[in-house]
């Protein structure tokens, strides 16, 4: 803390509550030792948020993934029974049926992966609402030692 910072707190303090402090009073100790303790818990909860962030897009495109390759084997597997079916049966417009099915796979990949971004961007704004409550915590943890 610097030497000006150390005079606008001994000025405050002697606007506010009428006591002259000076450089050396013990008090001006405590308000050290708690900006530094301050720092530390910040850099910590910095550190653990980072961690969570980590975790959190590791899971998500993870999920994301596996989601996509399940619908793509459910799809394909769906699609390659009906072309079969179809060739059984000697029904000529099984090349229309096949790429309409086509059509509908890409249709439902793309709205799987609007899906998928949305629920990106929900866990992106859990993540900012946990660090906003963090901070606000160390706020508070902050304002309690004063």
Do not use: Y
């Amino acid at each position: 803390m610097t030497l000006q910072a150390f005079d606008e707190v001994i000025a405050e303090i002697s606007l506010k509550h009428g006591v002259a402090l000076s450089q050396d009073d013990p008090v001006l100790m405590l308000l050290t030792l708690q900006r530094h303790v301050a720092k530390e818990t910040t850099a910590e909860f910095t550190a653990v948020l980072d961690q969570i962030k980590s975790e959190l897009e590791l899971s998500a495109n993870l999920w994301e993934k596996n989601s996509l390759a399940k619908a793509e084997r459910v799809i394909s597997g769906s699609i390659a029974a009906t072309s079969e079916r179809l060739k059984e049966a000697g029904i000529a417009v099984g090349e229309s049926l096949e790429n309409r099915m086509q059509a509908r796979e890409n249709a439902f990949l793309s709205r799987l992966e609007e899906h998928v971004a949305q629920s990106r961007k929900v866990a992106m704004l859990n993540l900012c609402a946990a660090c906003t409550t963090l901070i606000a915590v160390a706020l508070l943890g902050l304002f309690a030692l004063n």
